[in-house]
């Protein structure tokens, strides 16, 4: 009905390309216009000036023979002042855009290592948008925006990346628990050393306590009885606590200690070893 009264109506966010026998004319901006068929005029198509998103995928190879597909999205849109070469200079401008993203990151990627790729994505997604900004301003489109949102590497390749990354987390975890017990180690080593210090000290003591006592014991002894000996005191001294022992032992109803030798005639050599010892430590 609107061609029948040579009128068209352009919609918002479009405009439409007139012509006049075949020739472009004019660009039609969003409204009603009038368009007399009958003097050769006509419609020859709309373009959208909306932004439009493009994601491409492209599949290259790093520097360190890792195949990754990198996926980038193209923002773009027509503009109005450059409507005519929009309309009439690309036949397919998806396909025209998409071979200047493969041309600029088959170019890029091959240049860095796979963890750099992840690392200058921006730097790359950079080197894109300036490619297609000085290509497609030529043809009436501007470059909005160009995104890297993903970089994917071979399946096989992500695992490997995942298990060194496992690995790694793995011989630190290990270097921290060995460091651990080491520290451990160090410490109970140092308590056990100060234990038996201070054991080996209050055996000391309690060995000169011994000693002094029966060394009391010795003198006043002999004092108080003429004609013996200390050699009879002490042989004396020695046969009481041998027997004070036994009936200790004998009073427990599960000791485990056993005198070997045992019997009268072995308390005479144990007395022997016994008061040499005192008397030497006595001595020094």
Same mark, same amino acid.
């Given at each position: 009905?609107?061609?029948?009264?040579?009128?068209?109506?352009?919609?918002?966010?479009?405009?439409?390309?007139?012509?006049? @026998?075949?020739?472009?004319?004019?660009?039609?901006?969003?409204?009603?216009?009038?368009?007399?068929?009958?003097?050769?005029?006509? &419609?020859?198509?709309?373009?959208?000036?909306?932004?439009?998103? &493009?994601?491409? #995928?492209?599949?290259?190879?790093?520097?360190?023979?890792? @195949?990754?597909?990198?996926?980038?999205? *193209?923002?773009?849109?027509?503009?109005?002042?450059?409507? +005519?070469?929009?309309?009439?200079?690309?036949?397919?401008?998806?396909? =025209?855009?998409?071979?200047?993203?493969?041309?600029?990151? #088959?170019?890029?990627?091959?240049?860095? +290592?796979?963890? /750099?790729?992840?690392?200058?994505?921006?730097?790359?997604?950079?080197?894109?948008?300036?490619?297609?900004?000085?290509?497609?301003?030529?043809?009436?489109?501007?470059?909005?925006?160009?995104?890297?949102? /993903?970089?994917?590497?071979?399946?096989?390749?992500?695992?490997?990346?995942?298990?060194? +990354? !496992?690995?790694?987390?793995? #011989?630190?975890?290990?270097?921290?628990? !060995?460091?651990?017990?080491?520290?451990?180690?160090?410490?109970?080593?140092?308590?056990?050393?100060?234990?038996?210090?201070?054991?080996? &000290?209050?055996?000391? #003591? =309690?060995?000169?306590?011994?000693?002094? %006592?029966?060394?009391?014991?010795?003198?006043?002894?002999?004092?108080?009885?003429? %004609?013996?000996?200390?050699?009879?005191?002490?042989?004396?001294?020695?046969?009481?606590?041998? @027997? /004070?022992?036994?009936?200790? *032992?004998?009073?427990?109803?599960?000791?485990?200690?056993?005198?070997?030798?045992?019997?009268?005639?072995?308390?005479?050599?144990?007395?022997?070893? *016994?008061?040499? %010892?005192?008397?030497?430590?006595?001595? =020094?």
């Amino acid at each position: 009905m609107g061609n029948l009264f040579c009128c068209v109506q352009v919609d918002q966010s479009t405009v439409a390309i007139k012509e006049r @026998f075949g020739k472009f004319e004019d660009v039609l901006e969003p409204g009603c216009h009038c368009l007399p068929w009958f003097l050769g005029s006509q &419609l020859a198509g709309h373009l959208s000036l909306r932004l439009q998103q &493009l994601d491409v #995928r492209c599949e290259t190879k790093t520097k360190d023979n890792v @195949f990754v597909n990198v996926v980038a999205s *193209i923002q773009y849109r027509a503009l109005a002042d450059k409507a +005519n070469d929009a309309f009439y200079k690309l036949t397919n401008t998806r396909t =025209q855009i998409q071979a200047y993203v493969f041309d600029v990151i #088959r170019a890029s990627v091959p240049k860095l +290592n796979l963890d /750099d790729v992840f690392e200058q994505k921006t730097e790359i997604a950079k080197a894109v948008e300036e490619e297609l900004e000085k290509a497609m301003s030529a043809y009436g489109y501007e470059i909005v925006q160009t995104l890297i949102v /993903d970089i994917e590497p071979d399946e096989h390749v992500k695992r490997a990346m995942n298990e060194i +990354n !496992a690995a790694a987390r793995l #011989r630190v975890a290990a270097n921290e628990k !060995a460091e651990a017990e080491k520290i451990l180690q160090i410490k109970r080593a140092e308590g056990e050393a100060e234990s038996k210090y201070l054991s080996g &000290l209050g055996i000391a #003591r =309690q060995r000169q306590a011994i000693v002094d %006592g029966l060394r009391d014991s010795v003198l006043g002894f002999s004092v108080n009885v003429p %004609g013996t000996t200390a050699k009879d005191v002490m042989d004396m001294v020695l046969v009481t606590q041998y @027997f /004070d022992t036994m009936k200790e *032992i004998g009073a427990a109803s599960k000791s485990s200690a056993v005198f070997i030798p045992h019997g009268p005639g072995a308390v005479r050599d144990v007395a022997t070893q *016994i008061r040499d %010892g005192l008397l030497q430590a006595a001595h =020094q």
